[in-house]
Structure formats: structure tokens, C-alpha cells
């Protein structure tokens, strides 16, 4: 049993990256034998603030302190000296290494200089029964399932006999199993009296584990206390919040009748994409919704064959006629704008007039068949400006000089060039001003009204509202819900951060 | 006291102006800068350096070295690396010299040449675009079966007594200039402007910036992959006509790994980088021009053989390394 | 789908020994001088300096990285080293410690130009291969030179049934072994081969390890020329020719991946052996010579296309975003 006392609290964090306040005069406070839920969508801070407990990041003012003495995190090693841990979503394995060797890569007993694999291996069996693993210490990392492998990342974190444990989202890969020995677990660390944190979207499995809640919103802690005073709804309120983006583009009118250009049906990407079935209209804005790790990228990824899936059949309906399409062939069909535009769309050290005109060569070339006419092209490339209100001094300017907006507006200009009839958008709107978000988005309203139907992904829930014609909201890989343009964010919030059980929605 | 690099004045976007704009016109004069100083001075010193005579003499010498930094070019532009290419060059030399010495007419012969680099060529982009597999290793590979098929179709003896049409006909001069540097400037030309000014080519830049980008842009990746492996191949077939009958004979010594290190620094330094995405055939001609040169020059003014390899070991280091400097920065 | 994987995975692992198993009894069932105790004594001592100067090589390719220079250091040390004993008439000792010293500069040299400067393995020891060859020349390495009768008459030298050089070597693969296997550096090894990244966010000081593996592979190219000359009983120009290539495909051949963290020290031997015995074999049947390299390439490039497929086998992170 851990007699001496525990406290940590964090008192007026500050952190700014560049162009955003990460974290707003924050205060938070843990102590032992407590397991804390830390709420919060993206961007909300609650990563950030825990990064800087686990020593990658460093607060720019505020102080940590532990037991009332002021402390630094100067890194990772240094947070586990003074005795914080954090497992972290993605796992951080050394695959072809054993067990033991993941867990005590820097701390191996020695003997003359050498190993002592018998030590190291009782050292492991302790700790890996603590976590109720009767996982063999010889065994290679890359035999035990993901599962396992996360609870390996747990016993590393409990070689230094940490007093507190960060968990970030540690069953996006368990099993229900697993999730069960996994709750276990940290109900017993609790009763050792380790102080515990809990990140997670899924708001199910905070109550029946954890003691208190904080809810983060926008870099500032909305709300802390016991988790006795914060039903569901609290929560999904306390997120939610009011928001004052008075310029909100709005759909002037709303497809009611179906005109399907695109079904997908079944869909499976084993542990990424589950059960996915949706269709598409003509004209239709489909927005999908969910928070970060729902698997929405991975969607757009796995229809458009970037990725590949084990099983599931696309379907395109052109003039009444539906014909069966590979997610390869669906890509010539499809305006594909990338989450990542800096290092998925953009080719940055390219002028903007290449980056415009890439996707769509062929249209530009002379009378050899091969070779660009460079007038031509110039021309096209000159009306997409104009017509997009891309703001650039010149054509041959480097895209990546280019602010957010402007940079987005070049790889939509890239596919209106080829005049697709769909258009897969992944975060079309994140991270550009809020002039330009508007233009975007009346870009996007305009491409509806010629026809062109639209899948749009966002995690910036107020731009999506009033925009769509439907809402389809995932999370962990399925689709949770389905809502008409009238849905409103506390409905959608509360589809995120549901579990979607087999065959039923909830 | 605020670094220069923090005075947001002088930022476009995000980027530091002034770091950008000296290292986009320094980084591409340097070689050329380096080059006249070093001529100059080598010229001043030394009686017989700038004769009409030793410049012919030194673009002949970089002719061969010049013509596959062209076909490699391709490759390191799409992003890859081909270090099989002299080896190819050396088989694929052995080959023609092989089948001329049993009668084919060298016209064929030289048919010959170009398809069989062409095919090793194929195979490494076949493994590379469809296989998936590292380049390195994939060409590594290669040079190894290229070199010891060399050396047993030859026996370890060079094969000589080839037509003397053929060696002739290809080291034949025009107005002084031998036929090689011509092909070598005419390629190189046509080369650059096709990579410069037609669809493929722009494809190929794309793809070696960003290839995931180049996916999503809906350019055909694997293809364009696999084709500058394959024209890299071709131009080790081409440069095999030009040294079988500049040395009027073929060895396995004519495709050693020296030779794919002068290849690579002469693309490298004549601004076609590792990483891909840049440069033009014409910058590797240069670059060839450049690397002979200090061959050439240190030769001239009296410096040992032995010494000229490893000032170009560490230069070749320096180049690639600067090159990495730079795409580090403007990342 | 993951039991097919496992089964190629393992035809990948044990296959080597089958084909050298068949090998074996091929060469013994045709040639009966091949399979003579004297025979493979005699290959074993041929092939010890080889093995020695190419044992550092192998940490180097455990990182995940490679060593085109070991020739030419090998080349370098030992020209170092004959000029001192035969010119200078230093004194044995310190020959042969400057001979290993100088050994290891070089792989240091290598080890900076790759962690600091940051330029790629595969440039920076391609590079370093002309330019150390290139300073070997010049320090005279050029000329055959005699060594020194004092070295030159270990030569004959037996341990037991086993010439010296050949005892060396078994002993310098088992002392590697167990530091690949036993001490914290060799687990550190593996790791930053594995993933150097994460072994990089797990605490591992990655650079270091990295120029240590260059440094262990400088001293062993070093070593094992002394050893090479004491063979010939000459400093011959064409030393450590040609060993950057045969060394990294002994390598593979053994089982020790190109891409890192995989194999293990012993495979050296299996390598090596693989390597030679088809030669001596075919030498015994009288094959004609040339085929050799064309023979050594194909090996070669089987070895290389299976470890690129072995890599290829192990499925990707599956992350959601």
C-alpha cells in the first residue's frame, strides 16, 4: 500500500502555438487514489495539457506543483522521474523486440555488465500480473495482438511506480474483453492509490470508473467536479456551448426528394471502418460528423481506394443506370480535397499555376498531343483565380507562401478545373480565416446549385450546421446516426459520443 | 536582441525572404560560380588549360558520365535512385560487343544495347512502381547480377577487335566536335524540354514532390515510376554504344561503382536533388561537366590520381549534404 | 490470412539452411575431395579474415543503416599500418594498435558525417569508400609490400585442428553475439533498427548508437586486415576490394535485414559459409571460374528480394484519424 501522500495540481497553464491559444489560464488538480475523466472535443486543450504533464510540451506561464512544491517537466524522462506516466493512444512499440525489452528498454537490471534476463523477467511477471497479463516476457512484440500490445504500453508505464497515470483513449483498440480487464485495472491501481486520468470519447465508460470529470472547451476548463453532478446531458451541454460565429453561410434551400448518384453498401475495414452503409443525392450536401479518431478520413480514404477494404461494394447512378464501381475508378470520378492540404494536397514547393492546373493536363495540350500549351493554360489557370478570388501576386508565386485560405482555395480550384460530379471534402474549412471560410463555403453552395453533389467531413461543428442537407455522425468507425438538415449540435454531440452496439443505432 | 529570422516584417506566409530567396539563386549559380573560379585560376596557372583542344577534350570526357546522369536524372526527378546504372551500362556494352564479334551488324548491335539497358531498366522500375519494393535495395540488387553477368560473359578479359565502322562511325567528329558530345547536348536539350514542357514530364515532378499529393491529383503514380526507371535504362544502353567504341572495347571494369558515384554527384551538384521533384537534364549535363573537371584541372596542375579520389569522395559528401541542407530549409 | 504470412514468414527464416543443407550433399555426392575435414579447414581459414573485417559491418546494418567504406578502411588501416612496420620500423605493437586505431577514426569520420552532417548512410559511406581507398594510395598502399617476417610466420599458426585466424573469428561472431544479445547496447542496437523513431521517444539516445555501430564497424575492418595481410604475407594494392559488396551480401544472406533490427550475429556465419562453399564446391566439380560472380549475384539478389519481401510480410499501424 502507498502511504505517503499524492497531490498534483496545475494552476494558471498558458500555452500558445503559433496562431492559437492551446490552453487559456487552465487549472486542474488530481490526487491519489482518484481516477479523473477529461473531457473535450478537439482542440479543446486536454491533449495539450496533458502533454505538458508528460513532459513533450512546456507550459509558458502557470506552474505545476506536486504536494505544494513547485515542480518542471523538462521531458518524457524527467515526467517519469517525478512520477507520471502516460500511455498514450498510439502505440509506441518496438516490434521486433520481446516484451520485457518494450518494457524495460532503459531500465534493464544488470549483472557484471551484462543482462540479467532472469531478473528482468521477474521483474516483468510482477508487474504484468499487477495488470492481471499472463502475457510471457520472452515473447516477440509484433505475436500479440493490439490489445495486448496496449496493455504492454500500460505495463511500461508502471516500471517507475508512477503516482499518475494519463490514459489517452486506451480502448480504441480493446476488445470488450480486454476494455473489462482493462477497467479492472485501473480500479485496482486506484485502490494502490495511483492517481488516475482519463481521456476518452466515449462518454459510456466514464461512469461506473471515474470519480470526477473536467470538461475542456477552447483551450479553458468549462466545468470539474464529481461525476455524481454530471449526467450525460450536463456534459453533452458543457461541450456543446454557446458559440458567437455570427458569419455562418447557411443553404438557401433543402433537398427533400432523393435523387441518388452514389450508395455504398457494407463497407469493412477490419478494426478501422465497420459496417459503413450510406447514399449520396444529386445536388445534396452530406455532412459527416464525428470527433477525432471516428474514422471519417478513413472513409473518404477507404471509398476512393487510397486505403483498402476487405469487404463492401460502391455503387454509381448515372441516368438511372447503377453500375458497380472500384473505390480506384471512383477516384477519376470524384474532387478529392484531403485533410492534410499542406502534405496531401499541395505539391508546396510548386507555383500556384501547377498546383491548379495538375489535375487536369490533359485539357491543355497543344496540337503534339504532349506537349502543354502554356498559353492556354496560363488562361484557365487565370479564370480559376479570378473566379475563386484567390489572392496572389502572380501565377509562378510558391503555393506554400500562400495563406490557409488561399491554399484551399487552390485545391478546390484544381478540381473544378475537371468538373467532377462529386466531391469528397475532408475538412475543407479547418484552420483558414473567417473570411475565407465564408467564400469556401459559398463556393461549395454554388457547386450544389449546377448539380454537383457534396461529402463534406468537419470537426468544426457550428460550420457545418445550417449547411447540410443530412448529418451522418461516426464514431469509432461506424456510423451512430443519421439526422435531416434540422438537426441541432446537441443532437449530433450526443451521436459522437455514443457506441454504435451490433446492428443497432442508437 | 531579436534574430533575424524573428522579424515578422520580413516574412511572406511563414518563410524567412531573405534566407529563401539567397538559397533559391545561391544554391543554383553555386556549382557554375565554382566552376569559373576554379577555371580561371587553373587557367591562369597552367599553359595548356583553356586550348580549344583540352576544352573538346574535356567535354569528350564527360560525355559518357554526362549521358547517364540524364537517364538518372529521370529517376532521382520521380523521387527514386538507380544505382545499378553503370553496371547496366557495363552489361549492356558487353552484350553488343558480344554479338558484333559474332558477326551482327553494329546498326543491331546498337539496337541491342539500348533494349537490353532499357530491359534491366524495366525490371528495376517493375519492382519499384509495382512491387513496391525500396529502390535501394531493388538496384542494389541489380548492379550486383549486371556486374557478375558481366564479368562471366567476358571472363575477366575485355572484349576488343570490334568493327571498325562501328568505332568509327560513333567517335566521328563534326567540325572538331565529336559525335558523343553532340548526342550528349542534343539529349540533354530534348530532354529538359520534355520534362519541362509536357504532361508526363510535369507528372514526374509532381510525383517526386509529393507523391501522395500526385495519388490524390489522380496522376497514374506507379506508371510514371515505373517509365523513368525504364528511360534511365535506355540512356545506360546509349551511353554503352559510346564507350564501347570510345575504348573500341568492352569490360566489366567499364561499370564499376566509381563510376555511379561520378553518375550521382554529377546530377546532384548540377542541381537534380536525391529528393526529387528538381532539377533538369541539362543541370546534370553541367554537373558531369563540372565533376570532370575537377578531375581534369586537379590532373593538370599535378595532383596524384590518388588524391583527386578522395577530394572527390568528401566533395560528393559536401554536395549531397549542402543538398539536404537546403530541402531541410525550405520544407 | 495471418497463418500464410507466419508459414512464408518461416520458409523465408529456415529456407537458407535447407538450400545449404542440399548443397552439402549435392557437392559430397559429386566431388568426394569436397567433403574432406581438411577441405573445410582450409575454406574456413580462407574465408576468417573476410569474416572478421566484415563483423562490424553487420551492428552497421542491425541500425539500419549500411557501411559501404569497411574495404576501404580495411585498405586504409592496413597501408597505415605497412608503412609504419615497413618503412618506419615502428615496433610491432604500436603498428598494430595505430593499424586498429586508425581503423576506428575512419568509422567515426563515417559515424559524424551521418548523425551530425546528416547526410544518408548510403552516400556518405559510398563516398567515403573512394576517399579513404583514394588515401590508402596515397600513403603508399599502391605497391605490394612484404610484411614483416614477424607477423608474416603466423601465418601456419594452429589452435587444435583450427588454423588461428579461423579461431578469431569463431570467438569475435560469439563475443558479438552475446553483446547483440546481452548487454544494454546490443537491445539498443535492435531497437533503434527496429523503429528508430520510437526508440527515440522511448529514451533511446539513437545517434550515439548509430556512431558506435560505425566506430565497431571501422575497428573490425582494421582488425581483420591484419589478419588478411598476415595471410598473404603482402600489403597488396587490391585488399578490401570488392568486400563492401560481398560483405553486405553475406549479411543478408545471414539473415540480418537491410531494412534493421532483425537477424541475428550468428547469421554471419551461415552467410559466409553459404557464400564460399558454393565456390569451393563448384572449384571441386572444376567449373570454370568466371561463372562465380554471376553465381555470388544471384545469391545476392535472392537474399535481397526475400528480405524485401520478408519486410513487406509485416502489416502496417492501423490508426484512425
Not at chain 1, 443525392?281 to 476487405?310: C, F, H, Q, Y
Not at chain 1, 484567390?390 to 478546390?412: A, F
Request: aromatic residues 8%.
Amino acid at each position: 500500500m502507498n502511504n505517503s501522500h499524492f497531490k498534483l495540481s496545475m494552476q494558471n497553464i498558458v500555452k500558445e502555438f503559433p496562431g492559437v491559444k492551446a490552453l487559456d489560464k487552465v487549472n486542474f488538480e488530481i490526487e491519489q487514489g482518484k481516477i479523473m475523466a477529461l473531457i473535450g472535443a478537439n482542440g479543446a486543450g486536454k491533449s495539450t495539457l496533458m502533454n505538458i504533464l508528460g513532459g513533450i510540451h512546456q507550459q509558458d506561464t502557470g506552474e505545476i506543483l506536486i504536494n505544494g512544491k513547485i515542480i518542471t517537466i523538462k521531458d518524457p524522462l524527467d515526467a517519469s522521474k517525478k512520477g507520471i506516466a502516460f500511455v498514450h493512444q498510439e502505440l509506441t512499440a518496438l516490434s521486433k523486440l520481446r516484451i520485457m525489452d518494450n518494457m524495460l528498454i532503459n531500465d534493464y537490471p544488470t549483472k557484471l555488465g551484462l543482462i540479467d534476463d532472469s531478473e528482468a523477467k521477474v521483474i516483468c511477471k510482477k508487474i504484468l500480473k499487477r495488470i492481471g497479463s499472463d502475457l510471457a516476457p520472452e515473447d516477440l512484440m509484433e505475436d500479440i495482438g493490439p490489445g495486448d500490445q496496449q496493455m504492454i504500453e500500460i505495463a511500461r508505464a508502471l516500471v517507475h511506480k508512477p503516482k499518475l497515470i494519463l490514459f489517452d483513449e486506451p480502448t480504441s483498440s480493446l476488445s470488450k474483453k480486454e476494455k473489462d480487464n482493462l477497467f479492472k485495472v485501473i480500479k485496482k491501481l486506484r485502490e494502490d492509490g495511483v492517481a488516475v486520468v482519463y481521456i476518452t470519447h466515449l462518454l459510456d465508460e466514464i461512469y461506473g470508473l471515474c470519480d470526477e470529470v473536467m470538461v475542456m472547451r477552447n483551450g479553458r476548463v468549462v466545468s470539474s467536479g464529481l461525476i455524481d453532478e454530471f449526467p450525460k446531458d450536463r456534459i453533452i451541454c458543457d461541450l456543446s456551448g454557446e458559440d458567437g460565429r455570427k458569419k455562418n453561410v447557411t443553404k438557401k434551400s433543402f433537398i427533400v426528394k432523393d435523387d441518388v448518384v452514389l450508395v455504398v453498401e457494407d463497407l469493412n475495414r477490419s478494426g478501422i471502418l465497420h459496417d459503413i452503409n450510406l447514399s449520396l443525392n444529386k445536388g445534396e450536401v452530406l455532412g459527416i460528423w464525428g470527433l477525432m479518431g471516428s474514422g471519417r478520413t478513413e472513409l473518404v480514404r477507404a471509398l476512393v481506394g487510397l486505403d483498402p477494404i476487405e469487404s463492401g461494394t460502391i455503387y454509381s447512378i448515372c441516368d438511372g443506370h447503377k453500375k458497380q464501381i472500384a473505390p480506384h475508378d471512383l477516384r477519376q470520378l470524384v474532387g478529392l480535397v484531403t485533410e492534410d492540404r499542406r502534405n496531401e494536397g499541395l505539391f508546396q514547393p510548386m507555383t500556384v499555376a501547377i498546383n491548379l492546373s495538375i489535375a487536369n493536363l490533359k485539357a491543355f495540350l497543344g496540337k503534339s498531343g504532349v506537349f502543354i500549351d502554356r498559353k492556354k493554360e496560363k488562361n484557365e489557370v487565370e479564370k480559376t483565380i479570378k473566379k475563386l478570388n484567390i489572392v496572389v501576386s502572380s501565377q509562378s508565386q510558391q503555393v506554400r507562401t500562400l495563406s490557409g485560405g488561399n491554399q484551399q482555395k487552390v485545391i478546390l480550384g484544381r478540381w473544378l478545373q475537371r468538373n467532377p460530379e462529386l466531391f469528397f471534402l475532408d475538412e475543407p474549412i479547418k484552420g483558414i480565416d473567417v473570411n475565407a471560410k465564408a467564400e469556401v463555403k459559398n463556393i461549395i453552395h454554388e457547386l450544389t446549385i449546377s448539380g454537383k453533389s457534396i461529402l463534406i467531413i468537419s470537426s468544426e461543428i457550428e460550420e457545418l450546421l445550417g449547411f447540410c442537407d443530412r448529418y451522418l455522425v461516426m464514431n469509432r468507425g461506424s456510423i451512430t446516426a443519421e439526422f435531416p438538415h434540422t438537426a441541432t449540435k446537441e443532437q449530433l454531440m450526443e451521436a459522437s459520443l455514443s457506441a454504435r452496439e451490433k446492428g443497432i443505432m442508437q | 536582441m531579436t534574430k533575424l529570422s524573428d522579424r515578422k516584417d520580413l516574412h511572406i506566409g511563414s518563410k524567412f525572404i531573405i534566407k529563401e530567396e539567397l538559397v533559391k539563386h545561391g544554391i543554383a549559380a553555386l556549382p557554375i560560380i565554382i566552376v569559373l573560379l576554379a577555371s580561371l585560376i587553373i587557367g591562369l596557372r597552367v599553359p595548356n588549360f583553356l586550348t580549344a583542344r583540352n576544352v573538346i577534350n574535356i567535354l569528350e570526357q564527360s560525355s559518357a558520365i554526362g549521358l547517364m546522369a540524364i537517364g538518372l536524372s529521370f529517376v532521382f526527378i520521380v523521387g527514386g535512385m538507380d544505382i545499378s546504372i553503370a553496371a547496366n551500362m557495363g552489361l549492356s556494352g558487353i552484350v553488343g560487343a558480344v554479338l558484333m564479334r559474332i558477326g551482327l551488324p553494329p546498326a543491331l548491335a546498337c539496337v541491342v544495347m539500348i533494349l537490353a539497358g532499357t530491359l534491366i531498366g524495366m525490371i528495376n522500375g517493375f519492382a519499384v512502381a509495382y512491387l513496391g519494393m525500396i529502390p535501394f535495395v531493388v538496384t542494389l540488387s541489380m548492379m550486383y547480377v549486371a556486374a557478375g553477368a558481366s564479368v562471366y560473359l567476358t571472363e575477366a578479359t575485355s572484349i576488343s577487335g570490334l568493327p571498325e565502322i562501328f568505332v568509327n562511325t560513333i567517335m566521328m567528329r563534326i567540325w572538331k566536335i565529336p559525335l558523343p558530345v553532340i548526342v550528349v547536348v542534343i539529349f540533354s536539350i530534348t530532354a529538359t524540354k520534355f520534362m519541362r514542357s509536357s504532361y508526363l514530364g510535369r507528372w514526374v515532378y509532381a510525383v517526386g514532390t509529393n507523391i501522395k499529393a500526385a495519388e490524390i491529383a489522380g496522376i497514374p503514380v506507379r506508371g510514371v515510376k515505373f517509365w523513368a526507371y525504364a528511360l534511365a535504362g535506355s540512356f545506360a544502353g546509349l551511353t554503352a554504344i559510346l564507350n564501347t567504341a570510345r575504348l573500341a572495347s568492352a569490360s566489366a571494369t567499364m561499370g564499376t561503382s566509381v563510376i555511379v558515384l561520378d553518375v550521382a554527384s554529377s546530377a546532384v551538384v548540377g542541381g537534380v536533388s536525391m529528393y526529387g521533384g528538381v532539377g533538369t537534364p541539362l543541370g546534370a549535363v553541367i554537373g558531369a561537366l563540372l565533376i570532370t573537371l575537377i578531375s581534369n584541372s586537379m590532373n593538370m596542375i599535378g595532383v596524384s590520381y590518388y588524391l583527386t579520389l578522395v577530394v572527390k569522395g568528401f566533395v560528393i559528401i559536401a554536395f549531397i549534404g549542402f543538398d539536404y541542407w537546403i530541402r531541410r530549409g525550405n520544407e | 490470412m495471418k497463418n500464410t504470412n507466419i508459414l512464408i514468414n518461416r520458409l523465408l527464416k529456415y529456407g537458407l539452411y535447407f538450400a545449404l543443407l542440399i548443397i552439402i550433399v549435392f557437392f559430397a555426392y559429386i566431388a568426394p575431395s569436397f567433403i574432406t575435414a581438411n577441405n573445410f579447414i582450409d575454406m574456413l581459414h580462407t574465408l576468417a579474415p573476410n569474416l572478421i573485417m566484415i563483423s562490424g559491418l553487420a551492428f552497421v546494418v542491425l541500425t539500419g543503416a549500411i557501411d559501404f567504406s569497411v574495404g576501404s578502411i580495411a585498405f586504409l588501416a592496413a597501408s597505415i599500418g605497412t608503412y609504419l612496420m615497413v618503412v618506419q620500423k615502428v615496433p610491432l605493437i604500436i603498428t598494430l594498435s595505430v593499424i586498429v586505431l586508425s581503423a576506428m577514426i575512419a568509422g567515426f569520420l563515417n559515424g559524424i558525417i551521418v548523425e551530425v552532417i546528416k547526410v544518408n548512410p548510403l552516400i556518405t559511406t559510398f563516398g567515403t569508400m573512394l576517399a579513404y581507398r583514394g588515401l590508402g594510395y596515397m600513403i603508399g598502399g599502391a605497391k605490394y609490400t612484404p610484411i614483416p617476417e614477424s607477423l608474416a610466420q603466423l601465418h601456419n599458426v594452429k589452435i587444435g585442428f583450427l588454423y588461428m585466424d579461423t579461431a578469431v573469428a569463431i570467438l569475435i561472431v560469439v563475443i558479438l553475439y552475446l553483446i547483440q544479445y546481452r548487454t544494454v547496447f546490443g537491445r539498443h542496437l535492435m531497437a533503434v533498427g527496429n523503429d528508430r523513431e520510437n526508440a527515440r521517444k522511448l529514451g533511446v539516445k539513437t545517434s550515439s548508437i548509430s556512431i558506435r555501430a560505425f566506430v565497431i564497424s571501422g575497428f573490425f575492418a582494421g582488425f581483420g586486415s591484419i589478419f588478411y595481410m598476415i595471410q598473404g604475407g603482402y600489403m597488396t594494392p587490391r585488399m578490401g576490394q570488392g568486400l563492401e559488396f560481398t560483405g553486405i551480401a553475406i549479411v543478408v544472406i545471414g539473415g540480418i535485414s537491410l531494412f534493421g533490427g532483425e537477424g541475428s550475429i550468428l547469421g554471419l556465419l551461415t552467410g559466409i559459409f553459404t557464400f564460399y562453399i558454393v565456390e569451393n564446391g563448384l572449384q571441386h566439380i572444376g567449373v570454370s571460374p568466371y561463372i562465380y560472380p554471376f553465381l555470388r549475384g544471384g545469391i545476392i539478389f535472392l537474399a535481397m528480394y526475400a528480405d524485401s519481401l520478408k519486410t513487406k510480410f509485416h502489416s502496417l499501424r492501423k490508426v484512425r484519424t
